[in-house]
């Protein structure tokens, strides 16, 4: 009874022992299935981040924030006033350091008569995808905003027969409803499904939207997205840096890339405790902890 005790306790340990070998194998073992990884997303910098840097030297800063490691920039309003032959000259830049411009933001003069067609041939010599609305200003109710709509559906026509697609940035006033709607669901309600809807997190963070919502809800969409922190307080707002405050970027970008379509993101600061060109590099380095 004693050595069948015994037999059994140590075919029990062999057991154990071959067992949890095994085990070590298989986590070690160049055939064993890796953690999941994201996708890469092309990291890009919102160059009003760093405008009166820009405005000072367009091509130190563009030069700079390549160094740091971005990988896009996205040129804002000012551009639409430069000669073709300087558009020229940026995107030799631009190649030159590696980096790409995907996008512009525009006012609404981009969208109408003769602004259509600087619109698309600045962008096509950038090499952009996008022509974006930055603003549509304040227009007056529900039906102003489908009014806003159809502009910019009329433009894409023309974009699209360009090679291009439009955009459209939102602010808070997008998320605010109005007349019982919001502004935004007017846009993408007017709006090809090839347009893009360019979400800017911290403002509708502010005014109380959920962007994983948002995203959720209109898939395929989500082209870009303006990674801009925001959380209420004192001496918080839209000043924090990268992950400071309330947005919870891992649900973001998880939304963004299995259903929103993400094809890039872009870092916005408006301002923060350090220097715009110091924010930036802050910034760039704590998205890659965090994104991954």
Not at 42 to 58: F, M
Not at 191 to 204: A, E, S, Y
Not at 233 to 250: I, M, N, Q, R, T
């Amino acid at each position: 009874m004693v050595l069948g005790m015994a037999s059994y306790n140590s075919i029990s340990r062999r057991k154990f022992v071959a067992y949890t070998a095994g085990v070590a194998w298989t986590a070690a073992s160049p055939l064993a299935p890796a953690a999941p990884q994201r996708k890469h997303i092309p990291i890009g910098l919102e160059l009003y981040s760093v405008r009166n840097e820009l405005t000072k030297d367009l091509n130190g800063t563009v030069t700079a924030v390549a160094k740091m490691g971005y990988e896009v920039v996205e040129f804002f309003s000012p551009y639409f006033n430069w000669t073709p032959e300087y558009a020229k000259e940026v995107r030799k830049l631009m190649d030159d350091l590696g980096i790409r411009c995907n996008s512009t933001h525009n006012g609404l003069n981009a969208f109408t008569g003769d602004g259509i067609q600087k619109a698309i041939d600045l962008n096509k010599t950038l090499g952009a995808k996008f022509i974006v609305n930055a603003s549509a200003g304040n227009p007056p109710g529900l039906d102003g905003w489908k009014k806003v709509g159809d502009t910019l559906t009329a433009a894409c026509e023309k974009f699209r027969a360009a090679g291009l697609r439009g955009g459209y940035h939102n602010h808070q006033a997008e998320f605010r409803p109005v007349e019982g709607k919001r502004p935004i669901e007017v846009i993408a309600a007017n709006t090809p499904k090839d347009f893009m809807l360019q979400l800017d997190v911290g403002t509708c963070l502010e005014v109380g939207s959920d962007p994983v919502a948002w995203i959720k809800a209109n898939p395929g969409r989500i082209n870009s997205l303006h990674l801009k922190e925001w959380a209420p307080g004192e001496g918080k707002g839209y000043s924090l840096l990268f992950g400071e405050g309330d947005a919870p970027w891992k649900a973001i970008f998880d939304a963004a890339e299995s259903a929103g379509g993400v094809e890039y993101y872009l870092i916005e600061q408006e301002g923060s405790r350090y220097p715009p060109i110091e924010t930036a590099e802050k910034c760039l380095t704590a998205y890659k902890k965090i994104h991954g």
